[in-house]
């Protein structure tokens, strides 16, 4: 089989990918490990900057988030007792988040994908990289038992921070930098209408806690925990009961709870790769980075990593020129460096650390009592939170 541009990996990075070059005429072809109910069995982020919805507007993909998608304006931020509300819309001039599950993303890309015809390969094992560093890439994956190989002119390795593409680059040639936090987010998600109409993130002597929501009658709620937590010590009751005590009393007593259908426990770690292009070979979204989920950060950054590499490979086969895919990576690192900064930011104001002393306790205090007064402090928040411009 031939292509334009191998993509590995079916999340968000590689069918938004896939989308915009096939709305331009570029041919690819998508892998996956995995098949595609497992892929929309899992449950991730759900705040969408404005630059991610204009880029799934292009993509002809956001057809549901419009109708669906819960604009917001601010978010609270809960220390002391109180809140703190971050007039998102007005400390920018207009700039608003939207409220949209990555999993809806996600089944809105494959719903138009599978309209335009073209080809996603699921449950395709052992997907690797060959020759990226010649004109012949090409990528070979095994099915029902039998190995297949797409000839290719790019590959484009958008599958994941355990995925095969990084793995595959000479040592030599790749820098990592990692951070790993000591704790992590116990989550759970409830068809149960949300305490607030805007996310609280809370700072409490118990740990961080985050109330979000993937709709009006769907919660999504976060516990900061020890990494040694397991997940089935953890009954729905004595995760409601944690959780209220985290909370402003006002937003305790509101709490409204559900059975749980879905709970788990995720690390927290910072980790970048550099640089983002090996000859022919990109990666792409997690594949390159991760941050920790608490400046909502994630998803944002694999859709404007998709922006630079989608505007390269345009301007590659429209205009001859390779100006755009050989600044890729520098024009996409300049971004994540950006929002891992954000993210370590936000965590490291938000929790509580075990080796957090009587020193640091009171400088995150005043951090937070100084970024709740002064409108300097707030316009910064305010302005990473909503994304940076591409
Ligand atoms: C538990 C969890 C919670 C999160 N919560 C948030 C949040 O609240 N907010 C936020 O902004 N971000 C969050 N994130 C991060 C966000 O989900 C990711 O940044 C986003 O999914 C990145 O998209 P991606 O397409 O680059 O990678 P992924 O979504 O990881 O997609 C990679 C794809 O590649 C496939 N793949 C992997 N290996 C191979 C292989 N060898 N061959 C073929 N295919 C392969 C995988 O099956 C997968 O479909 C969370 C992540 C996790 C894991």
Request: hydrophobic share 40%; proline share 4%.
């Amino acid at each position: 089989m031939r292509t334009q541009i191998a993509i590995i990996g079916s999340g968000p990075s590689g069918l938004l990918l896939g989308q915009l070059l096939t709305e331009a005429g570029i041919d690819n072809v998508i892998l996956d490990r995995v098949g595609k109910d497992y892929i929309l069995g899992r449950v991730r982020a759900g705040v969408l900057e404005e630059g991610t919805v204009g880029l799934l507007d292009e993509a002809r993909s956001a057809f549901r988030l419009h109708a669906e998608g819960l604009p917001h304006d601010g978010f609270s931020l809960a220390f002391d007792g109180r809140d703190h509300r971050i007039d998102l819309y007005e400390l920018t001039g207009g700039k608003r988040v939207t409220v949209y599950g990555q999993t809806e993303v996600t089944r809105d890309l494959m719903i138009t994908r599978e309209a335009s015809g073209a080809l996603t390969v699921y449950d395709a094992a052992n997907a690797t990289p060959h020759d990226f560093d010649s004109s012949s890439p090409y990528v070979t994956y095994e099915k029902d038992g039998v190995t297949h190989r797409i000839d290719c002119d790019f590959i484009a390795g958008c599958d994941g921070f355990h995925g095969a593409s990084r793995k595959a680059v000479p040592e030599k040639v790749i820098r990592t930098f990692e951070k790993v936090y000591p704790f992590g987010w116990l989550g759970l998600l409830a068809d149960v209408a949300p305490v607030n109409h805007e996310l609280i993130y809370a700072n409490h002597p118990r740990g961080f806690a985050l109330c979000s929501m993937r709709s009006a009658t769907r919660s999504r709620y976060y516990i900061q925990c020890s990494l040694d937590e397991k997940v089935e010590d953890w009954s729905d009751d004595r995760f409601w009961d944690e959780l209220r005590r985290r909370l402003p009393t006002h937003h305790a007593q509101a709490l409204k709870t559900a059975p749980s259908f879905e709970k788990s426990i995720a690390p927290l770690r910072s980790f970048v790769a550099e640089p983002m292009r090996f000859d022919r070979l990109f990666l792409v979204g997690d594949a390159a980075h991760i941050v920790p989920p608490t400046g909502a950060k994630g998803l944002n950054l694999a859709a404007s990593d998709v922006h630079y590499l989608f505007e390269g490979l345009r301007e590659f086969y429209d205009a001859r020129s390779s100006a755009g895919i050989d600044a890729y990576s520098q024009k996409a690192l300049a971004r994540v460096w950006k929002a891992v900064r954000f993210s370590w930011w936000m965590t490291t104001m938000m929790h509580r650390f075990p080796d957090t002393g009587d020193f640091d306790q009171k400088i995150q205090e005043a951090e937070l009592d100084y970024l709740t007064h002064s409108r300097a402090a707030s316009t910064a928040l305010a302005e990473n939170y909503v994304g940076l411009p591409f």
